[in-house]
Structures are given as structure tokens and as C-alpha cells.
């Protein structure tokens, strides 16, 4: 994922969730947009179906 976008990952239509905000570097980035690049040791705050979010959280390293 690190230096991959939201967009390029299709992150939304993959997972099912949506990253509402990113956490980085004890820094909250609340303003995300598809060009968002996700960098390693980000923590992704999303939003969606309690199950999706629990799919996403066994799937992924985040």
C-alpha cells in the first residue's frame, strides 16, 4: 500500500469502506482526497459496515 493513492488502490470499491482520515506521525489529516498517497506506518481511519471494517482489518496490516 505505502506511496500507492487511494485512488490507484480503488480503495473504496476493494474494501468497501471509506478513509474518512489518515493518522501519521501523531498528525491527523482529516482533508482526503483519491490523490491522498498512503505512506508506511500510516494508520487509516475509515467508515463502513461493521463487518467490511473487521474483513478489511484481517485482510490488510494497517
Request: hydrophobic share 40%; glycine share 10%.
Amino acid at each position: 500500500l505505502s506511496g500507492c493513492t487511494l485512488a490507484e488502490l480503488h480503495f473504496r470499491q476493494k474494501h468497501g469502506v471509506t478513509v474518512v482520515g489518515i493518522r501519521r506521525n501523531g498528525e491527523n489529516i482529516t482533508t482526503i482526497t483519491p490523490s491522498q498517497q498512503i505512506m508506511a506506518g500510516d494508520c487509516l481511519i475509515v467508515v463502513g459496515f461493521a463487518d467490511r471494517v473487521k474483513e478489511l482489518k484481517m485482510q490488510e496490516p494497517l
